[in-house]
């Protein structure tokens, strides 16, 4: 873990960034996710870009004729033409258009799985530490304050596609302007067959775009500026505007106020995006200052141009019609250059949040992965042992041990306790255990080999879980236990009839169809904290592992409802070894071995009995800490 990989977290590195790697990397991805999209993004481009230039040659030939030869079948041959291709452009452009939206609507959900997908590929080590959740945290708020990363590269394509297309179509229907010669009898304008002429003129057109462009960019950056104080405004608003809805801290916010006298005055305080912030300050004006100048050294462009081909015009090179046409070519040729341009700067502007969103990606997995299958035995003889294990979480002080030389062989089909007070290293052993984690001294044995030698995939699954903070989906209550869309009905209402989930089971609307909570389904029902805690111990009864593990699953509940779990789950378990982690030593006393932890080292190991009998032990003083509010009541 220490050699791990981290990011920054604040949306930019001190190393350059490489803007086009970045843009064509995130194209690349984007084509992996979703490769219709980026060909419904082609078509509609070109019928955007075509739809404009027929319709400027069209008209120009029309025109020309209307002012020369004025020949009727000439003129219905164009007014037919110009009707046809208006109609089947229309219609292809509508047709490419309302398939780029329905791409356009998954493309939210799409660009959240490359990190969703790294984030469940990562070791956990790696996952569960705080830089990497920072790293995440930055990543979607870049994507929720102003679309940078992986989404500013989409609109940046949804700009870029059309301008190109703009300036191929503009350069065509633009170059017989330059080659169309004025006449002698245009006296001085002549001047204008001039080759030096058409280079000044391409240059000044091609200036001003750079300019314009250059001054969107450099206001567009006073706007990439703002983007740290634009994630904690985002991180406040959504904070403050989802506890309003939240169920669970109504009563609260009721009998203190917290709205009222907390929440709205931090808020106004704390706003970055009202107007009149500092923040804001820094950001806004500047950015009005330099985008708007960029509009309107763009509007010199379209001068430039009118004088140009008017003079020619004037001068003889061309009709009234061909004004039209060279006009609106040139313009939108320029303008799709001055978008192009625009679309570098946004790439260059990007590039930092792009390489927050790669660097993370790019995270390697540090973990050594074996190839040793595990044995696969039907008498579940899976002998597990901790040997001079000691563990120290990453970025800990060298002194700061979890757990510290601990010695434990499970006895297979037995029942283990393992009890001590909060940090005293339980859920760290469990996580050991689980190989969530490795020693950072020692070894743990499945049937004498190093698990670490086993392939990761199937050490896990001689093992079932119930976590102290397990999570339920909001989907069906038969895939809540299987853990999958499809999956043996029959087993999965064995399993919760087993968990004493039963009655429930037969009393819901809809068996085991019936969603979990109302957050994707209306009809979905609310299941008590004991209901759950059934359900999850379903969900580990279905899995069918030959260890199980309850770590304080029951945390919430009071010492009879936890102790009738317990007692239910012992019978219940059959042959498998389980391992039960729980503050209250009355639930454990069924357990054949009892391991109590003190400080990261198993200071005590035995049954019941023999532990509470020792009176200078740990365990005995717990027992006598517990017991005397029970004996009290």
């Known amino acids: 873990m220490s050699n791990a990989t981290h990011t920054e977290t604040s949306g930019t590195s001190t190393a350059r960034p490489q803007p086009w790697r970045y843009e064509l990397r995130a194209l690349g991805l984007w084509w992996r996710l979703q490769p219709n999209w980026l060909l419904a ?118 700009e870029a596609l059309p301008a190109l297309f703009q300036i191929a179509g503009g350069v065509a229907l633009s170059v017989s302007l330059f080659t169309s010669p004025v006449p002698e009898s245009g006296g001085q304008l002549a001047l204008l067959n001039s080759p030096w002429c058409a280079v000044l003129m391409v240059v000044v057109l091609a200036g001003v775009v750079v300019l314009s462009s250059a001054c969107y960019a450099h206001g567009d950056g006073f706007w990439v500026g703002f983007a740290e104080d634009g994630r904690f405004g985002n991180r406040v608003f959504a904070f403050f505007g989802a506890s309003f809805a939240n169920d669970k801290r109504a009563m609260d916010c009721r009998m203190y106020g917290q709205f009222e006298h907390v929440a709205i005055p931090f808020w106004r305080a704390n706003n970055s995006f009202d107007a009149h912030s500092p923040a804001m300050r820094r950001v806004l004006w500047p950015l009005t200052l330099w985008q708007s100048l960029s509009v309107a050294v763009s509007t010199m462009l379209i001068g430039v141009v009118y004088a140009f081909v008017c003079l020619k015009a004037w001068g003889g090179a061309f009709g009234v019609g061909s004004v039209t046409q060279y006009v609106g070519a040139i313009t939108t040729a320029f303008t799709g250059l001055s978008t192009l341009l625009k679309s570098a700067g946004r790439v260059r502007n990007n590039a930092p949040f792009l390489k927050t969103v790669f660097d993370f990606l790019d995270t390697p997995n540090t973990m050594y992965q074996g190839s040793l299958t595990t044995e696969k035995r039907t008498d579940r003889q899976y002998d597990v042992e901790f040997r001079d294990v000691s563990f120290r979480y990453p970025n800990a002080a060298d002194d700061q041990w979890a757990l510290r030389h601990v010695n434990l062989r499970f006895r297979v089909g037995s029942r283990l306790a393992v009890v001590g007070e909060n940090g005293s290293g339980k859920t760290t052993f ?33 093992f079932a879980v119930v976590f102290q903070d397990f999570q339920l989906l909001a989907l069906p209550l038969g895939q809540n236990v299987a853990c999958a869309a499809r999956y043996d009905r029959e087993l999965a209402a064995d399993c919760l009839d087993k968990a004493d989930f039963g009655d429930r089971l037969a009393s819901m609307p809809h068996g085991l169809d019936t969603s979990l909570y109302k957050d994707l389904d209306q009809s979905g029902v609310q299941v008590s904290g004991g209901e759950a805690q059934k359900i999850a111990i379903a969900r580990a009864l279905y899995r069918d592992a030959p260890f199980i593990v309850l770590d304080e699953p029951t945390a919430a509940l009071d010492p009879i409802a936890e102790a009738q779990i317990y007692a239910k ?65």
């Open 41 to 158: 993004t082609v078509l509609d481009a070109l019928c955007q870009a075509a739809a404009p230039y027929a319709t400027i040659w069209c008209s120009a030939q029309l025109i020309n004729e209307l002012a020369g030869r004025r020949d009727p079948a000439a003129l219905r041959s164009w007014v037919i033409l110009i009707l046809a291709t208006t109609i089947a452009l229309a219609l292809a452009g509508a047709v490419c258009h309302h398939w780029k939206q329905a791409e356009d609507e998954m493309l939210p959900v799409s660009g959240r799985l490359p990190v969703a997908d790294k984030l469940m590929d990562l070791d956990f080590p790696i996952a569960d530490d705080q830089r990497t959740y920072d790293t995440v945290s930055s990543i979607r708020q870049n994507n929720n304050f102003n679309g940078r990363g992986l989404s500013e590269s989409v609109q940046v394509l949804n």
């Open 430 to 462: 469990i996580k050991l255990l689980c190989r969530l984690y490795d020693p950072t001294e020692g070894r743990i044995l499945l049937n004498g080999i190093d698990i670490r030698k086993y392939r990761y995939d199937e050490y896990l699954r001689i």
């Open 569 to 633: 789950f012992d019978e219940i378990a059959g042959n498998k070894t389980a391992v039960y982690i729980s503050h209250r030593l009355s639930s454990c006393k069924f357990c054949d071995d009892i391991a109590v932890f003190d400080h990261g080292n198993i200071v005590q190991y035995g049954t019941h009995d023999q532990l509470v009998s020792d009176q200078s032990g740990k365990y005995h003083q717990l027992w006598q800490a517990q017991a005397q509010y029970y004996a009290a009541n």
